[in-house]
T-cell receptor, first 111, second 113 residues
Framework: SQKIEQNSEALNIQEGKTATLTCNYT??????LQWYRQDPGRGPVFLLL?????KEKRKERLKVTFDTTLKQSLFHITASQPADSATYLC??????????FGTGTRLQVFP | DGGITQSPKYLFRKEGQNVTLSCEQN?????MYWYRQDPGQGLRLIYY???????QKGDIAEGYSVSREKKESFPLTVTSAQKNPTAFYLC????????????FGSGTQLSVL
């Protein structure tokens, strides 16, 4: 069955460093991948979408890569700030009307 | 401001009771979705609707029902047949299909008394 894996352990980094979150998938060939941010008790907020024919996408301090050979996406936050602390979800889509979400990785940026 | 409004924020269900979660959007989106979120699990799709008066089951539709009588509204009923209803419920919408971003509401936390 289709499976998405995000590191279930929290990622703790120091302010100013680059945070890198991983999304791995199996038994799936997505046409695109999305990343969302979710704060406690709130709904996810869309951040970036990257398509299968794109290697990299950037938006301000955010960068996403998509390697369909490795079946992996990396999500980078450069110059991280305490306000970046949240849970980040990846979601895969393509071919159907459904997105498949990962469990999310909690990021904690400390001063 | 455009957006998705879910209500109530917190809801308690007694055993054997049906409860309805509200979801309203003023984004003029055609497609609407209901997800369930449990700790340590990804969002799971309950039901979705791409057009008024039509909806499809998602991956975990058993024990739930929906209606789509208006474009703006997509209420979810958690029936007594849903034996484990405690979860965080999220409503979402999108304009032109899933290749675009989903807009989520702020969620409803449902608990069993």
């Amino acid at each position: 069955s289709q499976k998405i894996e995000q590191n279930s352990e929290a990622l703790n980094i120091q302010e100013g460093k680059t945070a890198t979150l991983t999304c791995n998938y199996t038994n799936y060939s997505p046409a695109y991948l999305q990343w969302y941010r979710q704060d406690p008790g709130r709904g996810p907020v869309f951040l970036l979408l990257i398509r299968e024919n794109e290697k990299e996408k950037r938006k301000e301090r955010l960068k996403v890569t998509f390697d369909t050979t490795l079946k992996q996406s990396l999500f980078h936050i450069t110059a991280s700030q305490p306000a970046d602390s949240a849970t980040y979800l990846c979601a895969l889509g393509g071919g159907t009307d459904k997105l498949i979400f990962g469990t999310g990785t909690r990021l904690q940026v400390f001063p | 401001d455009g957006g998705i409004t879910q209500s109530p924020k917190y809801l308690f269900r007694k055993e054997g009771q049906n409860v309805t979660l509200s979801c309203e959007q003023n984004l003029n989106h055609d497609a609407m979705y209901w997800y369930r979120q449990d700790p340590g699990q990804g969002l799971r799709l309950i039901y979705y609707s791409q057009i008024v008066n039509d909806f499809q089951k998602g991956d975990i539709a058993e024990g739930y029902s929906v209606s789509r009588e208006k474009k703006e509204s997509f209420p979810l009923t958690v029936t007594s047949a849903q034996k484990n209803p405690t979860a965080f419920y999220l409503c979402a919408s999108t304009s032109t299909g899933l290749r675009e971003k989903l807009f989520f509401g702020s969620g409803t936390q449902l608990s069993v008394l």
